[in-house]
């Protein structure tokens, strides 16, 4: 390796946070698990008994929240398929991730995120938000989750 490779390779390794890096490997992790072959089934269930395990390793905020909102996604989209994605839990369409929830603890962060992927139907204009910080959720959060989560599919 030369030393210009070496240099841009310690480079971006060192713009990576630890928390970061374990999400690549957890991704990584998912893409192999993916790859083996079970059926259609067998591969929906293992998937969302993952994604149910992430969820209760959560802390409490996060845990109470991600719950909530795994059982609005599930109403409002029965058709997107529960997975992990990047290590946490994540609803796709045809294999590609819609919408996703970001613990606040994985990465430190003061709030949790809930976001949808550019395959989500939500534009609207020349500009749309497109992830939402969560402390807590409403009756009336939920309810605006589900006719995001539904406009997406849509």
């Keep these: 390796m030369t030393k210009t490779q070496q240099s841009t390779k310690n480079t971006a390794s ?91 603890q994985k990465f430190n962060a003061r709030y949790a995120t809930f976001g949808f992927n550019d395959t989500a139907n939500l534009d609207e204009g020349t500009m749309w938000p497109t992830a939402f910080a969560l402390t807590q959720l409403t009756a009336a959060d939920e309810a605006r989750i589900g006719e995001l989560v539904a406009k997406a599919v849509s």
């Design 14 to 104: 060192e713009q990576w946070t630890d928390e970061e890096r374990a999400a690549m490997k957890e991704r990584a992790q998912e893409v192999k698990a993916s790859a083996r072959r079970v059926s259609k089934a067998d591969k929906a269930a293992q998937d969302e008994a993952a994604v149910v395990a992430k969820i209760a390793e959560m802390q409490d905020s996060d845990r109470i929240m991600a719950e909530r909102i795994h059982a609005v996604v599930r109403a409002s989209a029965p058709e997107l398929a529960p997975k992990l994605w990047y290590g946490m839990p994540a609803y796709a369409k045809n294999g590609k991730v819609v919408c996703f929830f970001q613990s606040a």
